[in-house]
């Protein structure tokens, strides 16, 4: 298996564009989270899926950021608009309901300008 | 809810020492405990887990680390640490209900 799949791997852009990152989860892992690190307030969980259905979205700092699970297969955490604020690495992670342990994918750096 | 403490923030240690990261936790019911650990500029992955049985297991690199039902605690150790062991450590607790509560981490540094 490849893992958990993250694009883009970096992404630069300026004040007040969309960004979307996106996740290919790992295939039969039954849940997925979205988390923000950051030097400043370490690892945080944003929100995370449970087979596609969004659980708990509490760790979302704003409405500027939204995340879907349309399908098994793919996830998207979108951040509308962007503020400087939220350069920070984002990571996905789904879990292996057999161990209830977390995979986490690569992470994309994101700088917001 | 759960939550994870992890006592020390920093540690600085010099090749050949011994590590001891501690980490205690709160919830009342049956726990799985995980450490997981990020090298620099990567992301984590998993240093080692307990679920049930022996409450001293033993992970990856030479890792081990012990589940204290009576003192909720779940500490990391490694007899003698590598300048390569630099990196975060994260503590975690899970109870099978999907999601784990990680700790705040703890940066070892490795002087050569």
């Known amino acids: 298996d490849a893992g958990v799949i993250q694009s883009p791997r970096h992404e630069v852009t300026e004040m007040g564009q969309e960004v979307t990152l996106r996740c290919k989860p790992i295939?039969?892992?039954?849940?997925l989270f979205w988390y923000r690190q950051t030097m400043m307030r370490g690892l945080e969980l944003l929100i995370y899926?449970?087979?596609?259905?969004?659980?708990?979205d509490s760790g979302m700092p704003e409405d500027r950021f939204s995340a879907k699970m349309p399908n098994a297969s793919f996830s998207t955490l979108k951040i509308q608009p962007s503020e400087p604020r939220d350069s920070a690495v984002y990571f996905c992670?789904?879990?292996?309901?057999?161990?209830?342990?977390?995979?986490f994918g690569p992470g994309t750096r994101l700088t917001v300008l | 809810a759960q939550s994870v403490s992890q006592h020390n923030h920093h540690v600085i240690l010099s090749e050949a020492a011994s590590l001891e990261l501690g980490c205690n936790y709160s919830y009342g019911g049956t726990v799985n405990l995980f450490w997981y650990v990020q090298y620099p500029g990567q992301h984590l992955q998993l240093l080692l887990k307990?679920?049930?049985?022996?409450?001293l297991v033993k992970g990856i690199k030479g890792f081990e680390a012990e589940f204290i039902k009576s003192k909720f605690s779940f500490n990391l150790r490694k007899p003698s640490v590598q300048w390569s062991d630099t990196a975060e450590y994260f503590c975690a607790v899970g109870t099978n209900a999907g999601k784990s509560t990680f700790g705040d981490g703890t940066t070892l540094t490795v002087k050569p």
């Open positions: 295939s039969g892992h039954d849940y």
């Open positions: 992670a789904t879990r292996d309901r057999a161990t209830d342990t977390q995979y």
């Open positions: 899926f449970n087979n596609n259905v969004p659980i708990d």
């Open positions: 307990y679920f049930s049985g022996d409450p």
